[in-house]
């Protein structure tokens, strides 16, 4: 029996309510994952430290890049919810707010974040991968859709989720 600790670094002024809705959600998302498994995930909120499974890092935008501050030429770089370096160790993070051209979208739903933090996510746990393969056939749509799609992961985002977790991947702590 596995148990994989997803450790969510917040690096914002976020409010104690928000961080537990997504911590929640993100919860829930990772039962579904495991449900029918002896393996298992828990979600917390802390600083990263070595032995955790993945730390994702939750940043205000991608002005104040958290990727960006250690890698200057990686993060806050993409029209996206989040970015993952595939850098050594791995690192992932998501935008409390999005700046897209032309203003300012902010992502206000928990559930919007926990959907953003599992798909990078999936992209930090295959480092071997494209962005593109995580897009595509490989990651099999749903939340590992170029923009998330549906309210949970599908059969194939649970799939390897579960197969990218069984490899330990160094973390960006």
Known sequence: MA???VKLVNRTR?????LLAIKTNLQGFFDEVFKGTSD???VQWGDGVVSDAVVVHFVKDKDS???KQIRPKEGGQHHAGGHTSYGQPMGSEI???IVEPGGRRHM???AGY?????HEILHNQFPGRSGAEIHGTFGGGGFASPVVDGEHPNDRNKEIMRLGLSVKTAQLL
């Open 14 to 18: 976020a409010t104690d309510r928000l």
């Open 95 to 97: 935008y409390q707010h």
């Open 65 to 67: 890049s958290y990727l």
């Open 40 to 42: 298992g995930a828990t």
């Open 108 to 110: 206000d739903t928990d």
């Open 114 to 118: 926990a959907k953003l933090a599992f």
């Open 3 to 5: 148990s994989y600790t």
